[in-house]
């Protein structure tokens, strides 16, 4: 069993940068890809970028790719999403996510999630 628990969503202008963290609960969090998601209102719950267990390879939306970064720390057994030149089709609850492999994240434990809103 994994907790998951986000921060570090707010208000921010476009063109602005904003870091989000994703702390986990228990002492397994190295043997987890960790990944973050992001819902709009109205669209469906999409792939941000991810972050393999093992190798640390990293993996982004197009959509993204450029603009943010994804890290952990195993030794905080948190990871980050640093998101710079924000747009405000970035505006959307964030989700942190966590399972053995990259590809099985959707299936795997999830966060409550936090608020990122970019204004124009």
């Known amino acids: 069993q994994v907790q998951l628990v986000e921060s570090g969503g707010g208000l921010v202008q476009a063109g602005g940068s904003l870091r989000l963290s994703c702390a986990a609960s228990g002492r397994t969090f190295s043997r987890y890809a960790m990944g973050w998601f992001r819902q709009a209102p109205g669209k469906e719950r999409e792939s941000v970028a991810a972050?393999?267990?093992?190798?640390?390879?990293?993996y982004y939306a197009d959509s993204v790719k450029g603009r943010f970064t994804i890290s952990r720390d195993n030794a905080k057994n948190t990871v980050y999403l640093q998101m710079n030149s924000l747009k405000p089709e970035d505006t959307a609850v964030y989700y942190c996510a966590a399972a053995p492999t990259v590809a099985t994240m959707k299936g795997g434990y999830w966060g409550q999630g936090t608020q990122v809103t970019v204004s124009s």
């Open positions: 972050i393999a267990r093992s190798t640390g390879s990293t």
